[in-house]
């Protein structure tokens, strides 16, 4: 947890350096200016919904439990754009801890999440916070030593 809160620091920082964390402080959450909880469950459905169909990535959701993923998807999704959720899940490292994630897989959900926040018509100022927020955590996800050779049949 603590290392999540750290992530949620950097991108507070990162977004003041662009000027945006300043002018939240003011107005509405993240959260709050994307619509709130109807909202936020609807992008996280939908969000399941492309990993399940991703060719890249669908092998990776195919033994989960969907309503169990889409509960902690949506309590780390509500807690880092601001909402008043706790999250209860594990952390990022150790959620992904020995799937070797690729840098691939990694783009695939992001493109994912982008595709469902346009779905639900969300701003483009909003959307760019959001991915902000993926870009955050991304080193605590993707395995930087999974190579190319080491996903086909040439490292066999």
């Known amino acids: 947890m ?14 003041f350096s662009f000027g945006s964390f300043a002018e939240e402080a003011k107005g509405p959450s993240l959260f709050d200016r994307m619509g709130g909880e109807k909202v936020a469950k ?4 939908d969000v399941w919904a492309n990993h399940t169909a991703n060719p890249i990535v669908k092998a990776r959701f195919a033994k ?9 998807v949506y309590e780390i999704f ?5 909402a008043k959720v706790e999250y209860t899940g594990k952390s990022m490292e150790d959620t992904h801890a020995g ?13 994912d999440v982008m595709a469902a926040l346009a779905k639900n018509n969300i701003a483009a100022q909003e959307q760019n916070e959001v ?5 955050s955590v991304r080193p605590a996800i993707v395995n ?4 190319r050779k080491a996903l086909t049949s040439e490292a066999k």
């Open 99 to 111: 799937m070797n994630i690729s840098e691939m897989e990694f783009n695939a959900v992001v493109d």
């Open 144 to 147: 930087p030593h999974i190579t």
């Open 2 to 15: 603590k290392k999540l809160l750290n992530t949620i620091l950097s991108l507070s920082l990162l977004c």
């Open 42 to 45: 609807q992008i996280v459905a």
């Open 64 to 72: 989960s439990d969907p309503q169990y993923v889409k509960g902690k």
């Open 78 to 82: 509500a807690m880092a754009t601001g």
């Open 131 to 135: 991915l902000a927020i993926l870009w």
